[in-house]
DNA sequence: CCATTGATGTCATATACTGACATCAATGTA
DNA sequence: TACATTGATGTCAGTATATGACATCAATGG
């Protein structure tokens, strides 16, 4: 027998969900979500850096998953094309989008928790940047098709979730990605050859 | 004689830019800066919702400028051309960049001073994106091109502020909208440095 | 002359978070 | 077997942030 009821990160976050479903953000201690998994405050710090971040335990793949597609795209794919490329493949492996329901709207109605969502997206921007700067793209290019993904993303999974009708995640973003193109005054064809000035020398994938 | 000093929320403000370079940010308690302005802790939290918000103060401004600058565009205007041309006359109203060093740093070294600076950045999108629904611009396309000039003044931002050499902001703004339509596919050039002042970028050969 | 206002102070308290140290089953190892 | 080590957890004390309730008192205005 263990000596411990496995699963503690788990259970915390179980327990902190249901509470603050049932009480909201605010009136929920780390010292309620602690004992509800059967455990102390001090070990729910010792899981999550703070209240906020049980909410975002998850972030971290997301960021890899991404990452991993950009370098895996073809050296003639476009930034931006490259990058929608891996929001896609990220988006087709997402739950359903009732398991994001609560949570999002937890988010929306807490600046704090919406902070927090912030900064993780900033983070994201930055691993997309690295990947790109890796294909070859320069700055300020890598920086900034990252940050138009994370404008595509954050659009096309605002959509979703909230959206009446149900459209696949991965369709809002493609629709996302020709909104932008529209508003920025794109005209040319999607695929393009790669606008990075070192295209020879990127690594072989 | 009046009652008390005036400009207590100055004070406080200088307070906390003084402790923060003198100690740091977190070595600094809400206390100590309310005792240098010759206030109380409790005073501090009055004019200032928490510790991040004192280094925030005049975020609110810069919102309503720009918005106003996007009403006044000519309808005739593209939605990221409205932004862009807001966004580089509230840039041209700015306080030499020296001013902005200090506190950059401390942003870009404390993840909570991110935080809120992503937060007000996502304010002034939806700022943004409200004046331009106003002009007639629909979802998406009022989000995105919205979330488009946020993207690039922040890029605009870092490197004005953090670059080697000083360029003008506005400058900086137009070289970053450029960059993003290059990047987007809206022409199909490399990503070299476009030296020329104020045209877009043209294929270079 | 007096009531009101408003910026500030005082006090009490909740909650988030941290450091230091204790506990003790499991696990390995002489 | 005996014993040392490990690692997840608990206990406890403390600090800092943040908020509510109430007090103060010069200035202001009728």
Do not use: C
Not at 30 to 50: H, K, M, N, Q, S
Not at 89 to 98: D, H, Q
Not at 180 to 192: K, N, Q
């Amino acid at each position: 027998m263990a000596r411990w009821e496995p699963n503690a990160r788990n259970r915390l976050v179980d327990a902190a969900l249901e509470l603050f479903q049932e009480r909201g953000y605010d009136r929920t201690t780390v010292g309620e979500i602690a004992t509800r998994a059967g455990l102390t405050e001090r070990t729910f710090f010792r899981y999550f850096a703070d209240k906020r971040e049980v909410l975002f335990g998850r972030s971290g793949d997301l960021e890899k998953g991404i990452a991993e597609a950009i370098s895996g795209a073809p050296a003639t794919t476009s930034p931006l094309d490259a990058v929608v490329g891996g929001l896609e493949a990220a988006a087709a492996a997402f739950p359903p989008r009732r398991d994001y329901r609560a949570r999002q709207r937890l988010i929306a109605a807490h600046p704090e928790l919406q902070e927090r969502d912030l900064i993780k997206l900033a983070s994201l921007s930055s691993a997309i940047a690295e990947a790109l700067r890796v294909r070859g793209v320069s700055e300020p290019g890598a920086s900034l098709a990252a940050e138009a993904g994370i404008a595509i993303f954050k659009i096309a999974f605002e959509r979703w979730v909230g959206g009446a009708q149900p459209r696949d995640l991965p369709a809002q973003i493609r629709a996302a990605l020709a909104e932008l193109r529209i508003v920025t005054g794109s005209t040319a064809a999607p695929t393009r050859r790669n606008t990075s000035k070192k295209t020879g020398t990127r690594a072989a994938d």
